[in-house]
């Protein structure tokens, strides 16, 4: 019996872009891989990249795509900027993002669509199209085309909900994709979000399943490494998490000078106190940077801190590394690692001063701590258990 084929329709493969999605996606994907799955991965942003565990296919429209991200970032560069940055709140779906949707719509979503069709019809017998966090809007059309014409199911993963929805317009480095989108086209809409999910069948999603991220334990995991840092946390813009950046770094590294705050990432433009800014850590290294740091820190958005059970990367990435994680509060962070033995919850600054001062002086316990949480991954957050879902 052959190995199912799935086309993967991904918002990048390149992991040079820094997108957030992207290391997950490589690792959900080989989980899929190691699952017996025949992947083809062909990218939306950047070209296509080889890996031993899925072929490729080429982004049909890879100068287009480059082409207009420089003209976004010029744009951002003449308003003083690195972004072109959307309100927190209620973002407007303005008439440059209905004027940029049109031209997509007219020269993308077709050129896409045929793509697509090219790989289905020279494949054959593809189990199913899965649609990995391209904005939504751009392939209007395209699902209902494909299921009808070559009779696959079309599946589309928002690995970004809540920040994805229209009332929060998701990270500034892309799109508000629901605008003009049509849910309904898909066969399933997967979340990474189990509280996002009514709001997804409120969009027009026929069907819509949580799956949370999770990691690969062989990508992540304890680094034989000299600690070299007290407190690290990583992670790029502090956008949705501002007041959470100044209670557990500014306000702690400027009262306690003893101990050493790391912050590795970047486009951080509230007060990030007396951390020492350390820029990208490439992700060949990540595990490492991780096991530098006797405390590494989730802060977490506030879309996706208050709604419930919607997950994010970093938990289970620093958690499969081994690290003793502090946390800004999450509602249904208990889904995944128990308060307390697992992942420590603070609530304010002077308890994160606090948290950090008792880890601190207890290396055993931290470290123990760090155990506890990798093997919760290893039981239960692995991408092979996510791909068997």
């Not at 019809?121 to 014409?149: D, S």
């Not at 990474?192 to 009514?198: A, D, H, K, Q, V």
């Amino acid at each position: 019996m052959s190995a199912p084929k799935i086309l993967a329709v991904a918002s990048a493969a390149d992991l040079d872009f820094r997108y957030g999605c992207t290391p997950a996606w490589w690792q959900i994907w080989k989980g899929l891989y190691e699952a017996g799955a025949d992947l083809i991965v062909t990218p939306y942003r950047g070209r296509a990249i080889e890996s031993p565990w899925w072929r490729t296919a080429p982004n049909p429209l890879y100068r287009e795509a480059e082409a207009f991200a420089a003209a976004r970032e010029m744009a951002a560069r003449l308003k003083g900027d690195t972004l072109l940055r959307r309100a927190e709140h209620n973002p407007a779906d303005t008439t440059a993002d209905k004027l940029t949707r049109e031209v997509i719509w007219r020269y993308v979503t077709p050129r896409w669509q045929r793509h697509l069709e090219r790989i289905l019809k020279r494949e054959g017998n593809v189990a199913a199209v899965i649609v990995f966090t391209v904005p939504m809007a751009h392939l209007r059309g395209i699902p209902t085309r494909l299921r009808e014409r070559y009779g696959v199911p079309v599946v589309f993963y928002d690995g970004d909900v809540p920040m994805s929805l229209p009332e929060f317009g998701g990270m500034d480095t892309g799109f508000n994709y629901y605008h003009g989108a049509d849910p309904s086209e898909y066969d399933l809409v997967l979340s990474n979000s189990e509280g996002g999910l009514e709001r997804l069948r409120e969009l027009g999603a026929r069907n819509a399943e949580a799956v949370f991220w999770a990691a690969d334990p062989e990508v992540f995991s304890p680094a034989p490494v000299d600690k070299e840092v007290d407190v690290f946390f990583y992670g790029y813009g502090d956008k949705f998490r501002r007041e959470w950046m100044e209670a557990m770094i500014a306000e702690p590294s400027r009262f306690d000078g003893d101990i050493l705050f790391a912050l590795g990432g970047g486009d951080f433009r509230a007060d990030t106190g007396n951390a020492r800014l350390i820029g990208d850590v490439p992700f060949n290294v990540f595990s490492q940077a991780i096991s530098r740091a006797h405390v590494n820190l989730n802060i977490t958005r506030r879309p996706h801190a208050t709604m419930y059970a919607s997950s994010t990367c970093r938990p289970f990435e620093l958690a499969a590394a081994g690290a003793a994680i502090v946390s800004n509060p999450n509602e249904g962070i208990e889904r995944w690692f128990e308060p307390g033995s697992e992942i420590r919850i603070v609530a304010d600054a002077d308890e994160a001063l606090a948290t950090y001062r008792e880890l601190l002086d207890d290396r055993g316990a931290a470290e123990a701590m760090g155990r506890r949480a990798r093997e919760r991954v290893l039981d239960e957050h692995t991408y092979a258990h996510r791909a068997r879902q």
